[in-house]
C-alpha cells in the first residue's frame, strides 16, 4: 500500500474546510445519508452493468430489485438531493427539523440492495480508511463522490449536487480535507495501488481512470469549497506586476457589455483548474472596474456551427458592445459558421474578437488555426494574438490536463492575463477614435 504522509499544513487546511467540527460516527444520521447515496448510485451502476454486459455480475447483481426498483433508487436519491440544505442539516446534527426521511431516504437505506466489497466505492473507502484514518461518513462521503465520477457520464449534474449536499452537510469533498496529497503523481500513485483490487465495472477503473477521478475530486472541492477557485485567482492576478500595470486602463474603460460564445475553455465549472480564463477576468473587473459587464454563452465542445444555432440569437439579442468567439472550426459548415458570425455581429456594430491559437490538443487537424484566423479577418474579427505567448511560455509543459484535451492552471492564467491586455488596448483604441 502507498504511503499517504502528509504535511501538518494539509490536516488543518481540512479540519478548517470542514467547518461544522460535526463527531461521526458509523450509525449516526450524517453516515446514513452518505450511505444512501453510495447504495443509489450504484443502483444506477447496476442498471448500467446490465445494460453494458461487461461488469462483474456478482458485483452488479440487482439481487430481488426488477429494473424499476433499481431506478427507483434513483429518483429517490434525486429528490435527496434537492431537499432543503438547512433542514437536512438541523435533521443530521439532531435538531427540530421539516426533514422527512421517510420520503426518500428510508427507501433507499431499506431497498436491500447491497454494495459488495469490491465494488470500487468499498475498495477506495478501505484505503482511504486506512491511510487517513477518517471517521466512517468522512471518507465515505469523499469515495462517494469517486464513485460517481469514475463513470464520467453524470459529472455534470448528479456529481456537482453530491458536492453541495455534502458540503451543505459539513462533509468532506476532497482528499486534501483528510490530510491526503493531491498531486498528480500521487494520485497515480493511489490509481496503481487501487487498480485490479475491484471487481469488473461498467467504466474504467484502471490506474489511470484512478488517477483522473482522484484530480476531479480534488480540483472539484477546492472550487466549491471556495479554497481554489476564480475568486482566488482573481485575487492572485491582481497582485502580480503585469496585472497591476494594467490597471490604470482597466479602471478607465467605459460602461459596456462583454459577450463570451465558447467552449470548455472558456467555462468555470470544468474539472481541469480553478477556473477558466473568462471567470477569472470577470471577476478581475467586477472589484476594479463594475461597469464592465460579463456574460457567457458556453457549452462544452463547442463548434462554430452549433454556436450559431444556439448562441448567435441570444448574443445579439443581449446588445453586448463586444464579443469573444472561442469556438471549434472543424468542417467547412463550421467555417461558414464563424464567418456569418462575425460578419453579423459587425453589421450592428459590435466588436468581435477572436484568439489566434488556443494550443488546441495534438487530436485536432493541424492548420486549423490559421484557416480561422483567415476567415475571421476576412469577416472583420479582430484577431488577438496569443500564439506566441502560449508556445513560449515556460509552463507550457504544464499546460495539458490529465485528459490531454483540456488545460491546467498555469495555461489559464497566462490567458487571463492575455485577454486584460487586449481589453486595456481594445479600451483605449476605441476612446481614441472617438475623439
Known sequence: MASFAAPQ??????????????????????????????????????????????????????GDL????????????????????????AWARGGKSDFDPAKDLEPILKS?????????????????????????????????????????????????????????????VYQGQLGLPGG???????GRALAGRSCAS????????????????????????????????????????????????????????????????????????PSSFVPVVTKIFRRVNPRVEFRQFERGGLRASVAKQRFYRGALDWKPDKVLLVVLTRTDEDYAALREMGEGFAATGIQVALFDDLRIPESIN????????????????TVVEVGNALRTSPDRDRFLSLDRVHMTEPYHRLMAKEWLKFLARAGNERRGARR
Open 9 to 62: 499544513t494539509a490536516r488543518a487546511q481540512g479540519a478548517s474546510a470542514r467547518g461544522g467540527g460535526l463527531v461521526v460516527s458509523a450509525g449516526s444520521h450524517l453516515a446514513r445519508l452518505v450511505e444512501a447515496n453510495i447504495i443509489a448510485t450504484h443502483a444506477h451502476q447496476v442498471l448500467l452493468a446490465k445494460k453494458s454486459g461487461q461488469a462483474d455480475a456478482a458485483c452488479y447483481g440487482a
Open 366 to 381: 493541424p492548420g486549423v488555426p490559421e484557416r480561422a484566423v483567415q476567415v475571421a479577418r476576412e469577416a472583420g474579427i
Open 112 to 172: 436491500g440492495l447491497a454494495v459488495p466489497a469490491r465494488a470500487p466505492v468499498n475498495v477506495l473507502s478501505d484505503y482511504v480508511r486506512a491511510a487517513s484514518k477518517a471517521r466512517a461518513a468522512e471518507h465515505r462521503s469523499v469515495a462517494s463522490l469517486y464513485q460517481t465520477v469514475l463513470e464520467i457520464d453524470r459529472d455534470g449534474d448528479l456529481l456537482q449536487e453530491q458536492f453541495n449536499f455534502y458540503v451543505g452537510l459539513g462533509l468532506p
Open 184 to 190: 498528480d503523481d500521487a494520485l497515480l500513485e493511489v
Open 202 to 273: 461498467p467504466y474504467a477503473a484502471d490506474a489511470a481512470a484512478w488517477q483522473i477521478a482522484g484530480r476531479k475530486i480534488w480540483n472539484w472541492g477546492e472550487k466549491h469549497l471556495g479554497v481554489r477557485d476564480d475568486k482566488v485567482l482573481a485575487a492572485e492576478l491582481l497582485r502580480e506586476g503585469d496585472v497591476r500595470a494594467l490597471l490604470p486602463r482597466l479602471r478607465a474603460l467605459p460602461a459596456q457589455r462583454i459577450a463570451v460564445v465558447g467552449h470548455s475553455f472558456t467555462m468555470h465549472q470544468h474539472w481541469s483548474s
Open 66 to 89: 426488477t429494473d424499476e426498483e433499481l431506478r427507483s433508487l434513483v429518483a429517490h436519491q434525486s429528490s435527496l438531493l434537492k431537499s432543503d440544505a438547512g433542514s437536512v442539516k
